[in-house]
């Protein structure tokens, strides 16, 4: 009865926003934009303009100018406190786009001399391009007052596992793409100015010859809390770049041969062992400015920079690390589907790999294959319904073919339907027969309507077979209904994974479940200079496995302030059943959290959560933990900057009882940037429960993305019975790679 109740209530809730949503489409109308104002027709220029972020050169005057910006935090629709004008223009090989950030308190300005990608805190510029003009994805091209670039792809998720916060700026967007673009910049008693050239081999556009792009361009002004765009933005609109403007470029466009070379050579050295060399090479090749071809050969994937620490003691389900390689990370987000089926670091020890993306026309598809030396094993379930959970380094090392094609036909602005297949053969030497293999594949899609509306869903099966094991075809779902307008939003989402479902190329923290949750949330707007906006939610999930036993049931109640300086508030409490062994365990618990840009030096975070938690081992039982935490970045000088990070977890064995664990993860990362090429950086990681101390050293020359030098040495030590770190294991180690583009 419980559950069907609350099936109503989510009917009920659908059919109040249908209303709501209706009654906003006026409001939503007072909000936008008329299209037409915002399409630029790009205008050539004979000669290019020098990129020095001067804006001194005559020829952005022939340019087209931008001027109408509008506010979109904190006062939504009102004008701007600072005055920005853009130009943009083109030739046959660039695209070219200026920015003049007034402001009446230069010396205000926050700006920093940071590498390339790790611009944080700053003023900036951001300019979004959907060369596509398909309301889906668009590249993103950052710089900040000291001209140090960022660059990304952004993806429009809806507010989906890939959304964050509250809208869609940069921190929703995948800056581990990377590309060659010019920039420069300079600050001035005006205030500062933006110059870029991107180069059109540089980006993937439609096979025609008059080009219509979609282009938003925004300022943040980090003191004032302040976000400015020039397709004005609503919170009536569900989505970001259905609110952008459109360039029109009617010239030809030199897209080049846009054939890649990068050679990489790396070396390490470990303790008394010789240098071991080794020499890699990564080759693209456009094969038309919509469809690129990539392919590796011995790929250098050593982890210059070391995962963040997580705690993992008494953690129920495997932790998730996110991807490093640059060879993975480039076009990731064509493979990305509701349910996770491609997790690339299950490729271990990859020999090679080969990757086909692009669009065309309304089509996107994407081919990657690669052959793992040393390839996890495929679990298959015991009689329990377990998984095998034997360790993969045990037993002989094997060989692995992973091949996953994915294709995606737009349907409308904003929706697609897709298709998936991953396959993954294991052998156990190269040449030898197939000892096993899983095989996954299925359709999903997104779709939105009203103006307010998202449904997307996933349907996938999988078969696996290892040894004299086959299954037969294992079916697994996932569906989301969201509706989000100016105050109100709604969603409800439902999952249904079997316990042998395999998906080995993928990543599923858990199985044998059939999850509903459902999220209810109003937005209060003061929209003033303290308080931006007060989001408080309710939600409730409810999980059974697969002999229809409540294994999870869930009640939430949280809250969300945004305002003065990039300040945010966090605060939840929740009542959880949880049924682990066999045991039924009901837990209480409260969390808090806040985030602060208070002054140009100075960020930071505090965390701090408590109540009832389990602990997982052979006896379960129900005890009390404590967790806090916190964080700085200090920036005492413009080139320089201190990250700490701390990290407690507290467990007793009942309330103010015995103590069983208590851990301190402390991290220290410190980069100090010589030149605007030039980068030394230093990682300490120190582990108190583990006994464990990891320090990193490098020294970072990186000219563009693709053309870099590293040398560096990293010391792990482990504590011994009397108290001395001892070094286990010491390594040094240096990468260079140069990067042509012809």
């Given at each position: 009865m419980r559950f069907k109740a609350i099936c109503l209530v989510a009917a009920l809730l659908i059919?109040?926003?249908f209303l709501f949503s209706r009654?906003?489409?006026?409001?939503?109308?007072?909000?936008?934009?008329?299209?037409?104002?915002?399409?630029?027709?790009?205008?050539?220029?004979?000669?290019?303009?020098?990129?020095?972020?001067?804006?001194?050169?005559?020829?952005?005057?022939?340019?087209?100018?931008?001027?109408?910006?509008?506010?979109y935090e904190p006062v939504e629709g009102s004008e701007p406190t600072e005055k920005t004008v853009a130009y943009i223009g083109y030739d046959a090989n660039n695209l070219y786009i200026a920015v003049r950030c007034y402001d009446s308190n230069p010396k205000a300005i926050r700006a920093c001399l940071t590498q390339r990608?790790?611009?944080?805190?700053?003023?900036?510029?951001?300019?979004?391009?959907d060369t596509f003009n398909d309301k889906k994805r668009a590249f993103a091209f950052l710089v900040n007052p000291c001209g140090v670039q960022s660059d990304g792809i952004y993806v429009e998720s809806g507010g989906g596992r890939r959304g964050r916060g509250r809208g869609g700026g940069f921190d929703r967007i995948d800056k581990n793409w990377d590309t060659y673009f010019t920039t420069d910049a300079n600050m001035d008693d005006e205030g500062y100015t933006v110059e870029m050239a991107i180069p059109f081999k540089s980006l993937r556009f439609p096979h025609s010859q008059q080009q219509l792009w979609g282009m938003?361009?925004?300022?943040?002004?980090?003191?004032?809390?302040?976000?400015?765009?020039?397709?004005?933005?609503?919170?009536?609109?569900?989505?970001?770049?259905i609110q952008a403007g459109t360039i029109q470029i009617d010239g030809s466009l030199n897209k080049g041969k846009n054939f890649?070379?990068?050679?990489?050579?790396?070396?390490?050295?470990?303790?008394?062992?010789?240098?071991?060399?080794?020499a890699g090479l990564n080759l693209k090749y456009g094969i038309t400015s919509d469809l690129t071809a990539d392919a590796t050969i011995n790929p250098d994937f050593s982890q210059v920079e070391a995962d963040m620490p997580q705690i993992d003691v008494n953690q129920r389900y495997a932790l998730y690390y996110p991807e490093k390689r640059p060879f993975f990370l480039e076009g990731k987000d064509y493979f990305d589907t509701p349910l996770e089926l491609l997790y690339t670091r299950t490729i271990v020890d990859p020999a090679w790999g080969f990757k086909l993306t692009g669009k065309i026309g309304k089509t996107t598809m994407g081919v990657l294959s690669t052959y793992d030396l040393n390839a996890p094993a495929i679990n298959i379930p015991e009689e329990d319904g377990e998984e095998d959970s034997e360790d993969d380094d045990e037993g002989p090392i094997q060989k692995g073919y992973v091949n996953v094609f994915r294709l995606k036909q737009d349907l409308f602005t904003e929706s697609y339907i897709g298709l998936i297949i991953t396959d993954k053969e294991i052998r156990e030497s190269e040449g030898a027969s197939i000892s096993g293999y899983n095989r996954v594949g299925g359709v999903d899609g997104h779709f939105k309507f009203w103006n307010n509306y998202r449904f997307s869903f996933q349907v996938v099966g999988s078969q696996t077979k290892v040894g004299e094991y086959k299954s037969s075809l294992i079916?697994?779902?996932?569906?989301?209904?969201?509706?989000?307008?100016?105050?109100?939003?709604?969603?409800?989402?439902?999952?249904?994974?079997?316990?042998?479902?395999?998906?080995?190329?993928?990543?599923?923290?858990?199985?044998?479940?059939?999850?509903?949750?459902?999220?209810?949330?109003?937005?209060?707007?003061?929209?003033?200079?303290?308080?931006?906006?007060?989001?408080?939610?309710?939600?409730?999930?409810?999980?059974?496995?697969?002999?229809?036993?409540?294994?999870?049931?869930?009640?939430?109640?949280?809250?969300?302030?945004?305002?003065w300086r990039g300040t945010f508030i966090s605060a939840g409490i929740s009542r959880n059943f949880e049924r682990y062994e066999g045991i039924d365990f009901r837990r209480n618990n409260f969390r808090t959290w806040i985030r602060s840009e208070p002054l140009s030096w100075l960020t930071g975070s505090l965390n701090f959560s408590m109540g009832d938690s389990i602990y997982y081992e052979d006896d379960p039982y129900l005890g009390y933990k404590y967790s806090y935490g916190f964080n700085l970045t200090i920036?005492?000088?413009?080139?320089?900057?201190?990250?700490?990070?701390?990290?407690?977890?507290?467990?007793?064995?009942?309330?103010?009882?015995?103590?069983?664990?208590?851990?301190?993860?402390?991290?220290?990362?410190?980069?100090?940037?010589?030149?605007?090429?030039?980068?030394?950086?230093?990682?300490?990681?120190?582990?108190?429960?583990?006994?464990?101390?990891?320090?990193?050293?490098?020294?970072?020359?990186?000219?563009?993305?693709?053309?870099?030098?590293?040398?560096?040495?990293?010391?792990?030590?482990?504590?011994?019975?009397?108290?001395?770190y001892r070094v286990e294991g010491r390594y040094f180690f240096v990468k260079f790679s140069y990067w042509w583009r012809i």
């Open positions: 059919c109040s926003q009654s906003v489409d006026t409001a939503a109308n007072k909000h936008s934009a008329d299209p037409a104002s915002y399409r630029v027709i790009v205008p050539a220029f004979n000669n290019p303009p020098k990129i020095d972020g001067k804006l001194d050169d005559p020829f952005w005057e022939n340019g087209a100018i931008l001027e109408n910006f509008t506010q990608d790790k611009v944080m805190g700053d003023d900036e510029v951001t300019v979004y391009l938003q361009i925004k300022r943040n002004i980090r003191r004032k809390n302040e976000e400015i765009y020039w397709y004005p933005r609503s919170r009536d609109i569900n989505g970001f770049l890649e070379v990068m050679p990489v050579v790396t070396g390490l050295k470990e303790k008394e062992e010789k240098f071991d060399p080794e079916p697994a779902a996932q569906f989301n209904f969201s509706a989000r307008g100016r105050h109100l939003s709604f969603s409800a989402d439902y999952s249904h994974i079997p316990p042998d479902f395999e998906a080995s190329s993928g990543f599923f923290r858990r199985k044998d479940i059939k999850s509903f949750n459902s999220r209810f949330g109003y937005a209060f707007l003061p929209m003033n200079d303290v308080i931006v906006d007060i989001r408080p939610s309710l939600q409730y999930r409810r999980i059974y496995d697969f002999n229809n036993v409540l294994t999870d049931e869930e009640y939430e109640f949280s809250f969300f302030m945004s305002g920036k005492p000088i413009t080139n320089l900057r201190f990250f700490y990070d701390f990290r407690n977890n507290i467990f007793y064995k009942t309330k103010g009882g015995d103590l069983e664990y208590k851990i301190n993860v402390i991290t220290q990362r410190i980069s100090y940037q010589l030149t605007r090429y030039l980068t030394f950086r230093l990682i300490t990681n120190y582990d108190d429960y583990n006994k464990e101390l990891y320090n990193s050293i490098l020294l970072i020359y990186q000219l563009n993305p693709g053309t870099v030098f590293y040398v560096g040495v990293d010391d792990n030590q482990e504590q011994d019975d009397s108290g001395i």
